[in-house]
């Protein structure tokens, strides 16, 4: 199998510590600012986020920040409400990667060369044949769309990523001198694993569980722009986009606030897994 | 690469392409309520929606269906549509007509893009243009590629009117009108590539440029130009090929995306449409056709991969 996008990055972009804090620092103050609009936006937005009003297509005033929608509905308030749905379809469709994918990079990994591991990265491979959107479609025209099948299949079109950075990560960690120290003393695979491995991979992990909440929050963008996503009158920023598509040439800037917050929120994760992979990797430090 | 190593490839490959139809079909098959009643509508008659299962085939056993299925695909007949009645084969054709293209233009777009600023990324590290392009491809990969099509659209076709912002005249109609429609798309689509491709092509040259054998050569008295084409550009461009390779499957997703920005008649509509009418026989086989040509190009990665670099022989 050849190397994957993240492993060729962890490998060879080592970009230098001065421009890595800043871009740390930078991308935590974004992604801080939109979980603090996502938190308010659980107990108050200034508008109900999908209730019409009169006032269609209203500009941008002291009342409505951002102007209203073809339905007169408060854009600032939408925006908010799709913070949460963002953020929440985002972090579960990492949870649904990272529970999938680590166990059997672990596993792989453990299982060196024997049947389990090519079986197990075959599968891995298999599930690469069928990227986030094309695994949504099928499960949009199998059951109808929802956030649950986006989310299902962002998460699941991401496994193999996991699978594969931990199954290499894994693989440079046993063959460690203290693993085989660790062996001599005939400590179990699995305690091998949690007490050496996890630990010593974990923070790429988290690195990586960064760079592909940009991601999924990306893909859900896609789904929900194409309706493969939480179905309307939901304010996900990416039907926000679908909606005011037809009043481009009148109102562009209808657009373009949901597109501004999506690749803020991409922008945010991606500066932040950047940065994080400079602070939490010590390997990398020590070669600069 | 060895013939032994080609050929074990080879049967994972095939062996990966059956179990994906296994997915496609057991995933689309567990549905609830018959096509035939989809077809028909509410209004029909027991009769009639039981005469029309037995036409289609669908009161065979799973399996039987599935062999069936799997029997058209290998033999290109892909049989008409349940819905439309159209002939599967021949739509999928007419739609790879503007995909196929679409990305062949996107992915020359993202080259262009992604190349010369990669390079210079790389070579000027150490100063503000290299962080100036460094910063812009970061955004570049957060902007998504519907928003660059509408901002292109905004620009070039509502403001400007240089092109039209939807639609697409077919190649056989004329091939410069075609060419037209597909110019925005392409570049809506190859920006965000080339953006998030010039950041693979600035670490390869990093890489390259980092190298012992880079300094080998210009210690045996190569300048850094003769260094850098003579044994730079082919340790460059390993990395490079891989993630070219890995990027395909992201540009047929992004093809998709972009089709339904200037309602183009691509793979991806074709996909929507069948999905949004509940055509399961055409959303099984486009969804394999997209299955086998990622996995096909993986592998074709893999093998030039071998290829280009001897260590891996």
Known sequence: MSATAAEVLTRSERPSRRRLHPSAAIGGTIVAAIVLLALVALFWTPYHATIPSDQVLAPMSGHHPFGTDEYGRDVLSRLMAGAKLTLYAGAISVLIAVAGGVPVGLAAAAARGSIVDDLLMRAVDLIYAFPALLAAIVLAAAVGASTTTAMLAIGIASIPVFARVTRAASLQVLGSEYVLAARAYRRSTLAILWRHVLPNIRALLIVQASLLYAIAILAEAGLSYLGLGTPPPAPTWGAMVQDAQQYLGRDPLLVFWPGIFIALAVLGFNLLGDGLRDLLDPRLREQR | ?313
């Open chain 2, 1 to 313: 690469m060895t013939p032994r190593y080609f050929l074990r490839r080879l049967v994972t490959l095939v062996a990966t392409l059956f179990a994906a139809t296994l997915v496609v079909f057991s995933l689309l098959s567990v549905l609830p309520g018959s096509p035939a009643q989809v077809i028909l509508g509410t209004q029909a008659t027991p009769a009639s929606v039981k005469a029309l299962t037995q036409q289609l085939g669908l009161d065979h056993p799973l399996w039987r269906q599935y062999v069936h299925w799997l029997h058209g695909l290998l033999t290109l007949r892909l049989g008409h549509s349940y819905i439309s009645q159209l002939p599967i084969g021949s739509q999928i054709g007419r739609s790879l007509a503007v995909t196929g293209p679409l990305i062949g233009f996107g992915l020359l777009v993202g080259i262009v893009i992604a190349v010369p600023f990669g390079v210079a990324a790389a070579l000027f590290r150490r100063n503000a243009a290299g962080a100036a392009i460094t910063s812009l491809s970061q955004v570049g990969i957060a902007v998504p590629n519907f928003i660059v099509g509408l901002l292109l659209i905004l620009v070039f076709a509502v403001r400007l009117g240089w092109l039209d912002a939807s639609g697409f005249t077919p190649w056989s109609q004329s091939v410069w009108a075609a060419f037209k429609s597909l110019v925005l798309p392409a570049i809506a689509l190859g920006l965000v590539e080339g953006a998030l491709l010039s950041r693979y092509v600035r670490s390869a040259v990093l890489d390259v440029l980092r190298s012992d054998y880079l300094r080998t050569a210009r210690a045996k008295g190569l300048s850094r130009r003769q260094a850098l084409v003579r044994h730079g550009f082919r340790n460059g461009a390993i990395p490079v090929v891989t993630v070219l390779g890995l990027e395909i499957p992201s540009l047929i997703i992004g093809a998709v995306v972009i089709e339904n920005v200037f309602t183009l008649p691509g793979v991806g509509t074709l996909l929507l449409q069948a999905v949004s009418n509940r055509d399961l026989l055409v959303v099984q086989d486009v969804v394999m056709l997209v299955a086998v040509v990622v996995l096909v190009v993986n592998f074709l990665v893999d093998a030039s991969y071998r290829l280009l670099d001897p260590r891996l022989r």
